[in-house]
């Protein structure tokens, strides 16, 4: 099937109108015209290559709403008409033990991403929601539950998921204090998220600036991580902290931050940090861990929990073509909190 996306053609040039050929329907696959998808700083990266692992064409986006307009054979999970959602995987091995434990994401034989991976049949690069149309395996498309908007849900399949699957690691629930350093697209959701299941929840942001807006997305308080008064007012006040800095930060001031036995879970920066001093961590059996999105088992039980929570992200609406515009806004940590492009702005007639 033709259809039409925005893709990077290089790590400089900025995304541009593409053509794609989505396959041809396997017996399992589904099919899906895109409705909406969310913006991830992962979008960004991937595009300009931040991780050095990017292979162009690069056709972004792993955050899709769309509705199902044809089915493989044997597809019993979906049928066309069905309101549907995929995130970052679009396919796994599904027989080693990761798999069979709902965790997809940690594949031994390799998952395979919505953009940017070779597909596991044919080695073709797999390309992403910022697109009209795409296919996908059938266990990795998700059921919008009623009740989420699926002009705002898409933020959900990444922000949400990648925050949710900590929290529910580490066992978060009434009582539990939580940190989230950063208050961007996964910010925002891990705040929404920790306070629905009743913690205590502190925002760490640069500036007081998001402080309004950190209380009325549930947060019970802003902490300014660049105010080493405050920051060392707040020592051992943690069990939990998510760490959404999309940069090579420095840990140092935020571990005395945990309480005896807290962790410290990285979901942002991928690669070096500044040098981290171990003292913090041994003197109070300190943790600093990492964490992938979540597997498909979990990432439905979260669209099911924010339907049943009325849960929604915060999102600023755009047209596929001001996608340049959101990635500098991105950059700047100037948007509040994803954007959401409006698929219905990119005219497929142009394929
Ligand atoms: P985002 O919307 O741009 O938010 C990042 C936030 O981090 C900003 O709003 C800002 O918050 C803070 N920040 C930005 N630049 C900073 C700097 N130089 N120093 C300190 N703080 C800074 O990004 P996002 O979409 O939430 O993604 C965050 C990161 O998570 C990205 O690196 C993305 O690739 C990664 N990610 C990981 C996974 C995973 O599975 N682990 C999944 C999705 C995304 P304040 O203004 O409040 O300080
Ligand atoms: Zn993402």
Request: net charge negative.
């Amino acid at each position: 099937m033709k259809t039409l996306g925005y893709a990077a053609l290089t790590a400089t040039s900025p995304l541009a109108p593409f053509a794609i050929e989505r396959r041809a329907l396997r017996a399992n696959d589904v099919a899906m015209e895109i409705l909406f998808c969310g913006v991830c700083h992962s979008d960004l990266h991937t595009s300009r290559n931040d991780w050095g692992w990017t292979r162009f064409p690069n056709v972004p986006g792993h955050e899709i709403v769309g509705r199902v307009t044809e089915v493989g054979a044997q597809v019993t999970r979906h049928k066309v008409g069905d309101t549907v959602a995929v995130g970052c995987l679009v396919d796994s091995c599904q027989h080693c033990d990761q798999c069979h434990a709902g965790e997809e994401q940690y594949c031994r034989n390799g998952r395979t991403d919505t953009y940017n991976s070779p597909d596991r049949i044919t080695g073709e690069n797999t390309l992403g929601g910022y697109s009209k149309h795409i296919v996908v395996r059938e266990e990795f498309v998700l059921r919008l539950p009623e009740g989420l908007d699926p002009a705002l849900a898409g933020p959900l399949l990444c922000a949400g998921i990648t925050t949710y699957s900590p929290l529910r690691t580490w066992g978060v629930g009434p009582g539990s204090r939580v940190g989230v350093i950063g208050l961007g697209g996964l910010g925002h959701m891990a705040v929404k998220l920790a306070s629905a299941m009743g913690a205590h929840v502190t925002v760490m942001s640069r500036s007081t600036d998001k402080e309004a807006d950190a209380l009325d997305l549930g947060a019970d308080q802003l902490l300014v991580s660049s105010d080493p008064q405050a920051m060392a007012a707040a020592a051992s006040g943690f069990d939990l902290i998510i760490d959404t800095v999309p940069v090579k930060h420095d840990l140092n001031p935020y571990l005395p931050l945990l309480d005896i036995d807290g962790t410290l879970v990285i979901v942002g920066q991928v690669g070096l940090m500044a040098e981290t001093h171990t003292g913090s961590l041994i003197l109070g059996r300190r943790s600093v861990a990492g964490s992938l999105i979540g597997g498909i088992a979990q990432t439905q039980e979260m669209l099911d929990f924010c339907a049943r929570m009325d849960i929604h992200p915060e999102c600023e609406m755009i047209r596929m073509d001001q996608i340049h515009d959101a990635f500098e806004r991105m950059e700047k940590a100037d948007v509040r909190y994803r954007f959401v492009i409006d698929m219905a702005s990119l005219d497929a007639s142009k394929a």
